[in-house]
């Protein structure tokens, strides 16, 4: 079953999307900010995937927050390792 396309990448829906789906593997990818936190995002920037600009590192973790990782007018949150 594809999820692709329908949620966006490496976002706390999408891996809830998986999960509901019994998917048996999850893949992501982490970057660490500019205060040391581990971030859930495929990009080393944040140009494709959110509505910011920029290297994930040039930020920190609360900086990170104001940006949106979602599409279609949906908002979607992005995920923290350590929530």
């Given amino acids: 079953m594809e999820i692709r396309g329908k949620f966006p990448e490496n976002t706390l829906a999408s891996f809830r999307a998986a999960i509901e789906r ?6 992501l990818d982490v970057n660490v900010t500019k205060d040391g936190i ?11 995937t ?5 290297k994930v590192y040039d930020y920190t973790w609360e900086e990170l927050q104001q940006f949106d990782a979602g599409f279609s007018g949906e908002i979607s949150e992005c995920a923290c390792m350590h929530e």
């Fill in 38 to 48: 581990p971030v859930v995002i495929h990009d080393p920037t944040i140009n494709r």
């Fill in 50 to 54: 959110t509505n910011g600009t920029g």
């Fill in 22 to 27: 019994s998917f048996s593997y999850l893949e």
